[in-house]
Nanobody, 120 residues
């Protein structure tokens, strides 16, 4: 599966953005789909995951919402109440397994990343 992320930009603290990730391939619905982010000088970290259920990092729980439209082969991340510490490059990723994982190393398909900058 090939992934194309979009929707990043510059926003003030407290604002909102919605990221999208368009996927190619006919088996989108069978994949675990996730969002990860990487801030400058930091490791890539888990943000949110969509499978049968949804899962979130504690740092974004209650502010971010992951969703997917299997008919459109698209994954979304609605980000509200953004904080400066949310600034990072956001990546969508796919994992063709029935076992969920929060570790970036277990995802084999990645989008190119989209930059989110939150100003204070």
């Amino acid at each position: 599966v090939q992934l194309q992320a979009s929707g990043g930009g510059l926003v003030q603290a407290g604002g909102s953005l919605r990221l999208s990730c368009a996927a190619s391939g006919r088996t989108f619905s069978s994949y675990f789909m996730g969002w990860f982010r990487q801030a400058p000088g930091k490791e890539r970290e888990f943000v949110a995951l969509s499978g049968v259920s949804t899962y979130y990092a504690d740092s974004v729980k209650g502010r971010f919402t992951i969703s997917r439209d299997n008919a459109k082969n698209t994954l979304y991340l609605q980000m509200n109440s953004l904080k400066p510490e949310d600034t990072a490059v956001y990546y969508c990723a796919a994992r063709s397994s029935s076992v969920r994982s929060y570790s970036a190393e277990n995802y084999h398909h990645w989008g190119q990343g989209t930059l989110v900058t939150v100003s204070s």
